[in-house]
């Protein structure tokens, strides 16, 4: 909604690392800006009008400025790519207040913070703050190079520098090998908080899981969908999707998303990051079973089938009544 939007100018832009820029924004009139709780992200609109989710990754108890970090992504759909490119410091940006979809826990007695690459921009926040207010927690940096690993120097310099571990690549010790053994260590009650490519996750979550971790224990946000193979994408099939206060029904065409299929209709939902990752357009389900392809829900949100994404998502029936 334009309403909530708010303009933001870049005093600064920074490369983290090779192929990783920072940006860091604040209120053009020297003015403060909404708070925001370790994990939360923005919605950034750039230069081409594509919007994207960046998480903040300065302090939370900073009211001047926020800062994200951007890789540029070499299978960029134009966001990164512009932010990397066009976005120069004096620009005025339009981002979103902030959002957390990936809060941390409270009360918890350990937080276990992995990062992936990228995926350090919400967990070296959450660092700062667990570090500021005498938390437990432990943290885990996995990239693939020390030359390749963002805020490398601001964590050395950290106050919480000595609870942090960094597992290179190209270096002995492998992700996939640590892990386990690194999950079986923690104590009762251990919260894990987990973020960055969908790989990485997969193994850090599948792993957490064959370990019988509650899956109330598990807090996690990907970087980045995945892709739809062709074999899936040739499986689909045209559906109906009907809105529970009109009635009305819509035709959803095969290669066509629901988003769009309403609004062809006159019906708009509300859309940030249009992969399934975000939860921008998290839509009730009355009747019928979803086709799940997001990373947004739980397994277990998935089962109950009573909400889904309609950017991304589909209908494994021939009907889906919404709750709209």
Known sequence: MTHSLLDVRVTKKSEEAPGIHSFELVEPHGGVLPAFSAGAHIDVHGPTGIVRQYSLCNHPAER????????RDPQSRGGSQAMHEQVQPGDILR???????FSL???SPHALLLAGGIGITPIVCMAEHLADGG?????????????KTAFHGRIGRSR????????????PATTRQSLPALLASQRAGTHLYVCGPRGFLEAVLGAARALQWPEALLHYEYFGAAAVNAAGAAKDT???VKLASSGLICPVAAGQSVVAAL?????????????????????????????????FLTPEEHAANDQFLPCCSRASGPLLVLDL
């Open 105 to 107: 826990a409270p009360d």
């Open 64 to 71: 001047s400025r926020y800062l994200i970090a951007v890789l």
């Open 238 to 240: 045209a559906f109906e």
């Open 263 to 295: 609004a062809a209709h006159g019906v708009d939902i509300r859309v940030s990051c249009e992969q399934g990752i975000c939860g921008t357009c998290l839509t009730r389900v009355l009747s019928g079973k979803p086709d799940h392809r997001d990373q």
């Open 95 to 101: 981002v979103s207040r902030p959002r957390n979809l």
């Open 135 to 147: 938390g437990s927690f432990e943290m885990h940096y996995f990239a693939r190079s020390r030359e």
């Open 160 to 171: 919480f520098h000595q609870q942090v571990t960094f597992h290179f690549d190209d270096e």
